[in-house]
C-alpha cells in the first residue's frame, strides 16, 4: 500500500473520516495540517500541525521535511475552489517530484474556475482528480489537462457511521425539550434563513409543512431583528399554522439525535448545501433512523444509497412544491426499508467510492514505475 500526505487545512469530519478511511485500506497516511488542530486520539493516524498561517514561506520551509517522508501520493483536499499560498508551493512540490503523485478532491464549486482561480492550474496539472458527485465533475470539461493519464472519479465525503452522539442529559430544559416532542407528529427542516421573507421558496415550503405537521426548525433566529420574528409569526397565524412551528435554538448532540430519532421525517428537500453539509445531514439521519425527504439534486451526493419511495423520498428539484403537496397528501411518511440497517448488512454501497480512489491511486503509481 502507498505511503499518503493528506494535505487539508482543518482537521474536521470530512479529512478525518478520509484519513481513517484510507488508514483502514492499510495505506500509511500522514495528515498534514494546521497549527493546532491535531485531536488527543490519532487512532495511529500520523499529524503534522505545522502551517500557522498556510502561508508561501510556511510551505517553502517544510519542503525538505516532506521530501524525506519519500511520499507516493500527495493528496489535496479543498473544501471549496480556493487555494492559499502553501497549498500551491505543496503542489508544485509534487509535480516536481517523479516518484509523487499529485492528488485532488475538490468538494465544492462555489466560486467557478476561472482563468485566475489557482485551483484551474491545480486540476490542470493534478494526476488524480476527484469530486463529490458527477454534476461536479462534468465542471471540470474544457480545461486544459496536461496529462492524458489523469484520472477522475467521485469521492464523496466519508460517511462515518460508526460516531454515535453520547447518551446524556445535561438539565430540566433538556427534559421538557424531550417531553415536547411527543406532543404531535413533526417534521424536522434545518433552519439556515439569514432573514424572513415570505416569498421565498423556503418560507412557503415550511408553510406548506406546517399545514399538514408540527414543523421544527432546527436552527436559530437569534441573529434576526425582533420585528422579524414577530412578522414571521403574524405570517404563520395568518395561515392558521400559528402553533404549528418551533425552533429550536442550539441543541447538544445527543438531542440532535432524538430530535430527528422521534421526528416523521428530515425535510432536506430544497435546502442550498455543500456536498459536506449533505453528509453530515446524511449521517444523523441514517444514525437515527430517521425518514429522509430530499430532492433529486442532493441525491447526486451518495447516490447509491437513494431508493425513492422506498428507503427515502425523492422530490423533483424542478418541482418540489407539486411534489411536496402530493407527499404530504398520503397517509404517512413511514417507509418499508432502514437505510441504516441496510448499510449495516451491506458496506460495499460506503466503501465502493473508496475502492475507485485505490484503483486510481494504484493505476497512477504504475505510470510512475
Known sequence: MAKIILVSKHVNATSWQLAQALKAQQHEVVLLTSHGEVPEDTSGIEFMGYFKRWSLLEGLRIIPGLFGLQPQILHILLEDDKMNPAQMVLSTFAKSHPTCVLTTSLLNIRYGLSR????????????????????????????????TRQGRGILPPVLDLK????????????????????????????????SFSPESDSFIRIRTLAQKYKVVLWGSYSHWSLRERKKFAAWMDEFQCG?????????????????????SAFVLAGQNLSPVEMTEYYMRAIQSHAV???????????????????????????????????????PHLRLPESLSEQLAEDRHLIDSSLNELNRLYNRALNHLR
Open 292 to 330: 429522509l425527504v430530499l430532492d433529486s439534486k442532493q441525491t447526486s451526493v451518495h447516490s447509491d444509497l437513494w431508493k425513492n419511495t422506498v428507503n427515502c423520498w425523492v422530490l423533483n428539484h424542478h418541482h418540489l412544491q407539486r411534489d411536496l403537496i402530493k407527499l404530504l397528501a398520503k
Open 243 to 263: 402553533n404549528h412551528w418551533s425552533v429550536t435554538g442550539s441543541l447538544s448532540p445527543y438531542l440532535g439525535r432524538l430530535l430527528l430519532e422521534k421526528s
Open 163 to 194: 460516531t454515535e452522539a453520547a447518551d446524556t442529559m445535561s438539565d430540566e430544559d433538556d427534559e421538557r425539550f424531550l417531553f415536547s416532542l411527543n406532543q404531535e407528529p413533526y417534521v424536522v427542516v434545518p433552519f439556515r434563513e439569514a
Open 116 to 147: 485566475r482561480n489557482p485551483v484551474r492550474y491545480l486540476i490542470e496539472e493534478s494526476d488524480i482528480i476527484t469530486c463529490p458527485t458527477v454534476e461536479t465533475l462534468g465542471q471540470l470539461r474544457g480545461l486544459n489537462v496536461r496529462s
